[in-house]
């Protein structure tokens, strides 16, 4: 029942850590640049690839306990008027 809300994620997280992992090797082992640059370049990719996997794992908990829409929660607050501080 939750597999198939679990396919995007999945998806959207493998494309990113390639993504993140190919830039990384790329400005590793790309001659002419200077070392603070490629390590920066390495480094950052590396650190959000590991982000995209927190999130990835959190979103999973979120989905095989039933959370799937947080938006609902937020839904309420505006329509009671929270969300319409600024039309005053």
Excluded: Q
């Excluded at 994620?9 to 400005?27: D, E, H, K, N, Q």
């Excluded at 829409?69 to 009671?80: A, I, Q």
Aim: charged fraction near 20%; include cysteine.
């Amino acid at each position: 029942m939750h597999k198939k809300k679990m396919i995007a994620p999945i998806v959207i997280t493998a494309i990113f850590i390639l993504y993140f992992i190919g830039f990384a090797f790329l400005c590793a082992f790309v001659d002419g640049i200077p070392l603070l640059v490629k390590l920066l370049g390495s480094v950052i990719p590396l650190i959000l690839a590991g982000v995209c996997i927190y999130v990835f794992t959190e979103r999973i908990k979120e989905i095989r306990s039933g959370e799937e829409d947080d938006l609902s929660k937020y839904w309420l607050h505006y329509r009671e008027g929270i969300g319409n501080v600024g039309s005053r």
